[in-house]
């Protein structure tokens, strides 16, 4: 869970914007955790330090600190048109979502209460 002590360094648990932003792209680029070492262990990384030395320890981190949310639910569901083909559904309760953001100081200032319009260009269209 993350730890709201602090919340005032919107990157925690890593160090900066810019190592949030490696990290980001650590997750999710696809790349395996032994290429993640590797690359840590390059002589720009090491010139260059994160607060991290593995990949381990950065999956650790985010695992450690940054909240969750809501729990997932698995349901199995057959459907009329496929009753031989079962489908799995994973969702969340959407009261329990609605809970979560009402309560998680992260999106404080930031959640309207009724509806908004977004525009794609000046022109309002």
Not at 23 to 38: C, H, K, Y
Request: net charge negative.
């Amino acid at each position: 869970r993350r730890n709201w002590e602090h919340s005032d360094i919107p990157e925690y648990p890593f160090t900066s914007r810019a190592e949030w932003s490696l990290v980001e792209w650590l997750g999710t680029s696809g790349i395996s955790n032994g290429q993640i070492d590797s690359l840590l262990k390059t002589k720009w990384m090491q010139d260059n330090p994160p607060s991290f030395k593995s990949a381990k320890e950065m999956w650790r981190r985010i695992d450690d600190h940054i909240e969750a949310g809501p729990a997932w639910h698995v349901k199995e569901v057959i459907l009329p048109e496929a009753p031989n083909e079962p489908q799995i559904l994973y969702y969340q309760d959407i009261v329990e979502c609605l809970k979560y953001l009402e309560q998680n100081p992260a999106f404080d200032g930031f959640m309207n209460y009724e509806p908004v319009l977004w525009y794609s260009d000046e022109e309002l269209s």
